[in-house]
């Protein structure tokens, strides 16, 4: 009995000494509990699963509550007062948040690019605490939560933080760096404070059009024309060897053809587009899925349109006018896009009558909301100068804002997933349209839904100075903060979660910290960064990545809970440096 006992003992030791997932800790457990011989290890066995079901972040709130419910099912037989408690966590588990999660959560963010685009940059404490609000609310909002959004938005509070976090999230696959990286480039890249030649190296990392498509947006803020070479030869090269798209070819021919009257050094440019372009397999069989792609390819499957039919005896002055073409446009056979209706709309108006026309959109009952945000996004920008038009334009935006309040209201909580009116709105006339927004629903008396109130809160904090929104921002955390666990994410702030303020060495111990991944797709992108780094002679970059290998530690952009494989991250960087 003593023997069998010591074995039973050495067997727990062991189990309890490793890592397991739920489903083999929670079968252990309800098998001891119905085996009279393994009583003895009933309580860490118990210990140990419970331990583990209250740190699984991972999954949705479903699988959470499905643990809690095992384990309940697991003890019931012995404690039924511990089942109990279990079922209650279950509970809790699916009824932290409701309908409300979306709203909630886009709210928060909306507040939050507005309290983050001040000059004098948040602290990486806040942007840290967001972002561990953000992997507490991705389980209850799933398939709509924007990991991308919620990257964007920490870059516009504390850049270096968002790359920090976007390695922590790598590094516990919460987050993959390919969905988290474009949109802080991306958000980077519009700031225009750091050069194009320290970001494009890091489209290594993101999908094999991104590096080419980036060199083209961001043609002019290169340190010099021959690093716009170098990034130029190295895209075009990595596309030319997944095979080429005829968009993708296009837009490098587009971008030769933009410098074609630069001085001599830029020659080689063209040179290479005539000499690959005929020599590249081009994929003609796997068109863009993006939105513009297939806009242009429904387009071409449409029959041409007969603009003349559709604005026949059009009078920019009656107000059923722009609804009648609008039907007559939708009636046409095949799918059509309705940007090209309001394009040819405006593209038609006569000099002198576009005050007019805005009026009579403005006026119109048939205007929807797609409608109004679409048109106002079209507005040819020439227009602003005609006086008319200048004294036109509160009128319009106050109409407009009266007819959509609610609607505009619930879509400042969609960030992401809808458009938003506003987003298509010159900025010295969006504060008057969210004052009438909530100047309608102080006047209102109908029922608020949770996508109102919600929408309200972050209307509200966006007419607030910058000071008062960061306070905004911190309560509106703190509130989602009683949720969280102590070990969600990366656990409670520290110090050691701070990456400082340089970019670039931000950039380096990001790529330090992937050199060192378990998988070796993602080394190897790191260790393709590395190479870019070197090709465009980033020296600071370089510089900081010797001092990180220096100090031998990820620092900042490693998960304290996970190990770092400081050989793997050694190795791959002197393969790359090579």
Avoid at 48 to 60: M, T, W
Avoid at 130 to 142: F, K, N, T, V
Avoid at 271 to 293: C, E, I, W, Y
Avoid at 571 to 576: F, H, N, T
Wanted: glycine share 6%; aromatic share 10%; hydrophobic share 40%.
């Amino acid at each position: 009995q003593q023997a069998a006992q010591d074995t039973i003992d050495r067997w727990s030791g062991s189990f309890l000494g490793q890592n397991h997932l739920i489903p083999t800790a929670l079968d252990r457990l309800r098998a001891s509990y119905r085996c009279e011989h393994l009583a003895s290890i009933h309580t860490p066995l118990e210990e140990f699963a419970a331990k583990i079901v209250d740190g699984y972040h991972d999954g949705d709130t479903m699988d959470r509550a499905d643990s809690y419910i095992g384990l309940a099912r697991a003890v019931l037989p012995f404690c039924p007062d511990d089942a109990r408690v279990y079922l209650n966590r279950a509970t809790e588990a699916v009824s932290k948040f409701g309908d409300e999660a979306l709203a909630r959560w886009s709210s928060l963010l909306n507040i939050a690019n507005h309290a983050g685009s001040s000059e004098d940059q948040m602290n990486a404490e806040t942007a840290y605490r967001l972002a561990r609000c953000g992997e507490l609310m991705s389980p209850y909002i799933d398939k709509y939560f924007d990991w991308g959004l919620l990257a964007a938005t920490l870059t516009k509070m504390s850049p270096t933080s968002a790359f920090a976090i976007a390695s922590r999230w790598r590094d516990r696959d919460a987050c993959s760096l390919d969905t988290s990286l474009q949109p802080i480039i991306d958000e980077l890249a519009v700031r225009g404070d750091v050069l194009a030649d320290q970001l494009w190296p890091l489209t290594s990392f993101t999908n094999a059009t991104s590096a080419l498509r980036f060199t083209e947006r961001q043609r002019d803020q290169f340190s010099s024309a021959t690093n716009l070479q170098t990034a130029f030869q190295l895209s075009f090269d990595q596309m030319a060897k997944h095979g080429i798209s005829q968009d993708d070819l296009d837009r490098a021919t587009r971008l030769a053809a933009s410098v074609e009257e630069m001085p001599n050094e830029y020659n080689e440019i063209n040179n290479l587009v005539k000499s690959d372009s005929t020599l590249m397999s081009v994929s003609r069989t796997n068109p863009r899925t993006t939105a513009a792609g297939t806009d242009q390819e429904s387009e071409e499957r449409s029959a041409p349109i007969d603009w003349d039919l559709v604005f026949d005896g059009m009078d920019y002055h009656e107000v059923a006018a722009i609804g009648q073409a609008k039907r007559t446009f939708n009636e046409l056979p095949g799918y059509q896009n309705s940007a090209l209706f309001w394009q040819e709309l405006f593209g038609r108006c006569p000099n002198g009558k576009e005050a007019a026309l805005l009026r009579t959109l403005a006026s119109d009952e048939e205007l929807s909301i797609w409608d109004a945000e679409q048109a106002i996004k079209l507005i040819p920008p020439k227009w602003a100068s005609r006086p008319s038009v200048q004294a036109s334009w509160p009128s319009f935006y106050r109409t407009i804002a009266t007819r959509f309040y609610t609607e505009i209201a619930q879509r400042a909580t969609y960030m992401g997933t809808r458009p938003n009116l506003l987003d298509g709105t010159p900025p010295a006339h969006r504060k008057a349209m969210v004052e009438t927004v909530l100047a309608r629903f102080g006047q209102s008396d109908f029922d608020w839904d949770e996508s109102d109130a919600f929408g309200v809160a972050a209307l509200c904090a966006e007419l607030l100075p910058k000071a008062a929104q960061a306070n905004v921002l911190s309560y509106a955390i703190s509130r989602l903060e009683q949720h969280v666990s102590p070990g969600l994410a990366d656990g409670e702030w520290q110090t050691g979660l701070c990456p400082g303020s340089d970019i670039d060495d931000a950039i380096a111990g990001l790529v330090w910290n992937a050199l060192s991944a378990p998988n070796a797709e993602t080394r190897w992108e790191a260790a393709h960064c590395v190479c870019r780094i070197v090709a465009l002679n980033n020296e600071n970059q370089v510089k900081h990545l010797l001092l990180w290998d220096e100090r031998g530690n990820p620092g900042a952009f490693g998960s304290p809970s996970l190990p770092f494989y400081e050989l793997h991250a050694r190795l791959y960087l002197l393969i790359a440096i090579r």
